[in-house]
């Protein structure tokens, strides 16, 4: 499916649906945001040989639309982001489109419908590995949209029931690109929440998915079934665990079907009013970044820290690990044993933000990030990047 085409239809069911009623709402329900930034970038092709680095300068527009009136909530933000590359080579400037939208409605008080809409658009230019003259990616602007509907209903006292339905694609410009990314996914959900006590809430859980690829070689369904235990320890301290079986089978000939558990839990503690620790990890199946693999089996860690220094000033750092191990079992037919290896791909994250508040409408931001990513399965895409920014924030 062409760009162009799809383009028209998610911005069809991004706009219509939450602008249907927004003619006659007051101006007064509109929200400015702006952020300009500088940011140095040490990586700027994610390449692992001969970096090329660069200054760049980042523009940020936020537009946003809340209606909330007679149990029905809308609201949508459209946010366009403008780069300006001081020395990449190949193109000096990006342009990129976020829009999201919500709609939350009240149908009784035992019944409510929401709808979410997530909709990108991106330009990433061509991209060569510096010292081999080898293209990685051809120029391949993409989009991807994702539509999430959902209905809750009170079965009886402290029990709730939730269906909801997913969508979500990705499609590139470049059709060769496209024949390698492009995906489509379909998820179908139900859970039921109740409520044993005040600070404990426990979940069933069913989903089931269905996910195509262009290449025709990662296509699969699966089905979940499980369940989530969420509890309040102490006015500090709350967390949740989720934990189930999938079973998944494939689409592409010799990859065997597989019957496997998965785990995610989270942990919040709040050690002061001013601070607050948060972490979690997980276990279990995931989609996988080349065609030479149909899935891959991936464990996450991550810990992460908000500080508020004082009334001006907050901080906020996050570490995290996630390692993918892929495995000749789930090997697809583009997979050369002559040429391709089984492993393991491990990506490293680190991010350091802080803003200071000069007034109401005004804030000071900086941040760093680091990337390292190493991989068996594909050593030329092995990179590490670090990018450090300064910028301002104003809110209207």
Do not use: C
């Given at each position: 499916m062409r760009l162009s085409t799809v383009l028209k239809m998610t911005m069809a069911t991004a706009v219509v649906i939450p602008f249907s009623g927004f003619a006659q709402e007051r101006a007064d329900l509109?929200?400015?945001?702006?952020?300009?930034?500088?940011?140095?970038?040490?990586?700027?092709?994610?390449?692992?040989?001969?970096?090329?680095?660069?200054?760049?300068?980042?523009e940020e527009a936020e537009f946003v639309v809340n209606f909330d009136s007679q149990g029905t909530y809308i609201g949508v933000r459209y946010q366009p982001s403008f780069v300006?590359?001081?020395?990449?080579?190949?193109?000096?400037?990006?342009?990129?489109?976020?829009?999201?939208?919500?709609?939350?409605?009240?149908?009784?008080?035992?019944?409510s419908l929401s709808v979410k809409e997530l909709f990108r658009l991106a330009e990433q230019p061509e991209l060569q590995q510096e010292g081999e003259g080898a293209v990685v990616r051809e120029n391949n602007d993409f989009i991807y949209n994702s539509l999430n509907a959902g209905l809750t209903g009170q079965i009886v006292e402290n029990t709730i029931g939730v269906i909801d339905v997913r969508h979500a694609l990705v499609a590139y410009e470049d059709s060769d690109v496209g024949?390698?990314?492009?995906?489509?996914?379909?998820?179908?959900?139900?859970?039921?929440?109740?409520?044993?006590?005040?600070?404990?809430?426990?979940?069933?859980?069913?989903?089931?998915?269905?996910?195509?690829?262009?290449?025709?070689?990662?296509?699969?369904?699966?089905?979940?079934?499980?369940?989530?235990?969420?509890?309040?320890?102490?006015?500090?301290?709350?967390?949740?665990?989720?934990?189930?079986?999938?079973?998944?089978?494939?689409?592409?000939?010799?990859?065997?079907?597989t019957d496997t558990p998965y785990i995610d839990a989270g942990l919040v503690f709040v050690v002061s009013n001013s601070t607050r620790i948060n972490g979690g990890l997980g276990w279990g199946q995931a989609q996988t970044p080349t065609s030479k693999f149909a899935t891959q089996d991936r464990t996450s860690v991550y810990v992460g820290l908000s500080q508020d220094v004082s009334n001006r000033l907050s901080i906020n750092g996050s570490v995290g690990y996630t390692t993918g191990d892929f495995s000749a079992d789930e090997a697809t037919s583009a997979f050369n044993p002559a040429t391709d290896s089984t492993g393991t791909e491990d990506v490293v994250r680190a991010s350091l933000r802080?803003?200071?508040?000069?007034?109401?409408?005004?804030?000071?931001?900086?941040?760093?990030?680091?990337?390292?990513?190493?991989?068996?399965?594909?050593?030329?895409?092995?990179?590490?990047?670090?990018?450090?920014?300064?910028?301002?924030?104003?809110?209207?």
């Open positions: 509109f929200e400015f945001h702006n952020r300009l930034r500088v940011e140095y970038d040490d990586n700027v092709r994610q390449s692992k040989v001969a970096k090329q680095d660069s200054l760049k300068l980042i300006w590359w001081e020395d990449r080579d190949e193109d000096e400037t990006d342009l990129h489109h976020q829009l999201d939208a919500n709609l939350a409605h009240d149908f009784s008080d035992r019944l024949a390698d990314n492009d995906y489509d996914q379909l998820v179908i959900g139900g859970d039921i929440r109740h409520q044993i006590q005040p600070e404990m809430t426990v979940e069933g859980q069913l989903r089931y998915n269905t996910t195509d690829y262009e290449d025709n070689l990662r296509g699969s369904e699966s089905v979940q079934i499980g369940g989530k235990v969420s509890r309040v320890f102490s006015p500090q301290m709350q967390g949740n665990v989720r934990l189930g079986y999938e079973s998944k089978s494939f689409d592409s000939a010799g990859v065997e079907d802080g803003s200071y508040m000069l007034n109401r409408s005004n804030w000071l931001e900086f941040g760093v990030q680091y990337v390292d990513l190493t991989s068996d399965i594909r050593p030329a895409s092995e990179f590490d990047r670090t990018r450090i920014n300064l910028g301002w924030r104003t809110q209207l």
